[in-house]
């Protein structure tokens, strides 16, 4: 079955040109050019992975990545003209995968697509129904259910987005070890010489914000200033 791609992207020529290249490589596409729209159809419609522009009439995308994390789980790669750091900080951290910046080449879009989305499925297989029942991580009032998917911090579940999960997972799996953002974005995202490590610094303050009382003193993932991160046990 052909996976389904949602193109929100209210430059029509721009979403056209990605829709063919997509709908070449074996991908079902469809396009809204309106914010409000585009959350409708997200919500009522099973979607594999979203490309979303920020710039959108009705609401914009940063709006919509709000609206969508309760209830959708899908790989998001945030598309704007804009190349203002702070935009691409606040994609990330209301739960986008990635981020590329116009004007991109449409092979490289479909290159990130199909990466994310194999990526995407490598978790479910290795965090969903099929993983060993018990298989539970616990470290200092911190507990990780790897079969369901679940993080419990001083016995309060937190919600945690797929990436936030793997990248607490994986650092949890290898305790006391540190490693550099280029690493852990190729081992978690999946993705070689493709997107920005950034994006690991970005999950890291999320993931601190949501496990750790004291965020800017972090007890669990450390900073190992000039090298990388590592969780301390």
């Known amino acids: 079955m052909k996976k389904k791609i949602l193109i929100i992207e209210d430059d029509l020529s721009i979403a056209e040109l990605q829709k063919d290249y997509l709908a070449v490589a074996g991908f079902d596409v469809n396009v809204c050019a309106n914010g409000l729209e585009g959350l409708k159809i997200l919500q009522e419609n099973e979607v594999d992975l979203l490309i979303l522009d920020i710039m959108l009439p009705g609401i914009d995308g940063l709006e919509i990545l709000q609206c969508m994390?309760?209830?959708k789980d899908?790989?998001?790669l945030l598309v704007s003209a804009?190349?203002?750091e702070i935009d691409?900080?606040?994609?990330?951290?209301?739960?986008?995968?990635?981020?590329?910046?116009k004007p991109f080449s449409p092979g490289e879009l479909v290159a990130r697509v199909k990466t994310h989305l194999e990526n995407y499925e490598r978790l479910k297989q290795r965090f969903g129904e099929g993983a060993k029942k018990g298989n539970v991580l616990t470290i200092r009032g911190l507990k990780i259910e790897k079969d369901s998917h679940r993080v419990f911090v001083r016995g309060q579940e937190v919600s945690l987005a797929q990436k936030e999960f793997g990248l607490l997972l994986y650092l949890a799996q290898n305790p006391n070890r540190?490693?550099?953002?280029e690493e852990l974005f190729e081992r978690v995202w999946g993705l070689d010489a493709l997107g920005d490590s950034a994006t690991v610094t970005v999950h890291i303050a999320r993931l601190r914000e949501k496990i750790e009382s004291e965020p800017s003193n972090p007890q669990y993932v450390e900073t190992v200033w000039g090298a990388g991160y590592r969780f301390r046990v």
């Open 178 to 181: 540190v490693f550099g953002r």
């Open 74 to 76: 899908i790989p998001v």
């Open 69 to 71: 994390k309760e209830d």
């Open 88 to 101: 691409k900080i606040k994609g990330l951290s209301l739960g986008a995968d990635d981020y590329i910046t």
């Open 82 to 84: 804009k190349k203002e």
